[in-house]
C-alpha cells in the first residue's frame, strides 16, 4: 500500500520552521516566514494561496518542488525570483536575476506620479533608473494618453522593461539604455511632468550590511550610487531635471524614510516646492518638489 501523502497544514509547518531559521532572509515582519512557505507551495501545486486546503494531501511531485524551493528560499533567493514574476499595481511583471525585483512599496511612487499627471492635458512621464519598469508600466497603464520613458544604465534592465510593456499591451511606453536622462529625446525639454525615480539609494559603506536576501541577489549597482551618502543619483537629477520640467512637473524619489530630510533640502536647494507621501505605517517614502 503507498503511504499516505503529507498533507498541506504539515507542510507549511515544515516550511515555515526552515525559513524562520534562515539567517539569509530579514525578518522584519514576524509574519515573513509563513507567507514565504504558504507562497511557495502554492506555487508547486500552480493554486493561489487562498486555495490551499490545510487537510488536502500533496502529490509527491509538487513535494519535491516545494522543498527545492524552500532550500532556494532558505538560502535568501527572494520569492519573487524563484516564480519568475511579481503582482504591481495589477500587472504582472516578469522578473529575473541580475535586475533589481520591484518591491510592492514603489507602488506609492507610480500613485504620486499618475496623482500629479491626471490633472494636465499633456502627459509625459520619465522614470529613470527603470529596473524591470514597475512604476513606467503602472504611470503608462492608469494613464493611456501618456507618453511614458523608462530610461536606464543597464542594457538588461531595458530588456525586461520592453518584455514587461509589451506582456502588458502598453504601447504608450518606450525604453532606452541611458546614463540617467543622457538618452531622452531633446524635444521633450520642458515637457516632462513627472519624473519618479527610485535610486540606488544605500550608501557605499552600508552595503555589506544588508541582509543575505539582498546584498547576494540584487546587483550592486541596483542598491548603490557608489556615494558616501546614498544620494550621488538624486543630487544629479535634482541638477538636471528642472531643464526638462514643464511649469508645475514633478519630480519624485523613492528612498527610505531616514533619507527623506536630506532629499527635501536637495529639492528646495534647486527651488522646487517640497511635499512628501508616506506609506499606509506612516512613514515617508516619496519625496516630491514641484517647479513652481
Ligand atoms: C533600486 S533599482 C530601482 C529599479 C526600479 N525603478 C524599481 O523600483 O524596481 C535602481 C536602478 O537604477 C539603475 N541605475 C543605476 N545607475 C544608473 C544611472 N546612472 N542611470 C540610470 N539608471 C541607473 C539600476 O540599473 C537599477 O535598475
Sequence with gaps: MPLPRPEIGHLLTVGRTRLRESTAIDHWRGAIAREDAEDLLALALGVEVEALDPEAPVPARAERRYRDYLERRAAGEPVALIRGAVCFAGLTLKVRPGVFVPRGSSELLAEAAIA???????????????GAAPVACAVAAALPSAEVWGLDIDPAAVALSRANARRNHLTNARFRVSDLLAGLPPRLR???????????????????????????????????????????????????APGWLRRGGVVLFEVAPYLSRPVQSLLRGAELEVSVRSDPGGLTRVVGGRRR
Design 116 to 130: 500629479a499627471l491626471r490633472r494636465r492635458p499633456v502627459k509625459v512621464a520619465v522614470d529613470v533608473a527603470c
Design 190 to 240: 520642458g515637457e516632462v511632468g513627472a519624473f519618479t525615480m527610485h535610486p540606488p539609494y544605500v550608501a557605499r559603506r552600508e552595503v555589506r550590511a544588508l541582509p543575505r536576501e539582498i546584498r547576494g541577489f540584487e546587483p550592486r549597482h541596483t542598491l548603490t550610487d557608489g556615494s558616501a551618502d546614498g544620494l550621488g543619483l538624486v543630487r544629479d537629477l535634482v541638477g538636471q
